[in-house]
């Protein structure tokens, strides 16, 4: 049973800075990438970030590139979501996400509905 645990939400002001933490377990951690998607109220989830297994690849959402970095921690089955410059408009729930299945390429990890296991989020609100 693979679970996602996610924490470091909270409310900070715009400028400020916060780390996003993804504990991993119930698998072999390190041979998937892992994601980070966002949900705002009433909008849709959206991706904001993704890395491979090694780490050596990330991408990320146009909107949150320059300010956020994603990074993944092996041997302690950790992946985090380091954001700084935070703005209002980067309020909403964060979670991570990891496929079932090793995939290839990169142009699924953009993709929501490429992702089987997800956390239950933790809240990030931005003040202006």
């Known amino acids: 049973q693979v679970q996602l645990v996610e924490s470091g939400g909270g409310l900070v002001q715009a400028g400020g800075s916060l780390r996003l933490s993804c504990a991993a377990s119930g698998r072999t951690f390190s041979s998937y990438a892992m994601g980070w998607f966002r949900q705002a109220p009433g909008k849709e989830r959206e991706f904001v970030a993704a890395i491979g297994w090694s780490g050596g690849n990330t991408y990320y959402a146009d909107s949150v590139k320059g300010r956020f970095t994603i990074s993944r921690d092996n041997a302690k089955n950790i992946v985090y979501l380091q954001m700084n410059s935070l703005k209002p408009e980067d309020t909403a729930v964060y979670y991570c996400?990891?496929?079932?299945?090793?995939?290839?390429?990169?142009?699924?990890?953009?993709?929501?509905?490429?992702?089987?296991?997800w956390g239950q989020g933790t809240q990030v609100t931005i003040s202006s």
């Open positions: 996400a990891a496929p079932r299945e090793l995939k290839y390429g990169s142009s699924w990890y953009f993709s929501l509905d490429e992702y089987d296991y």
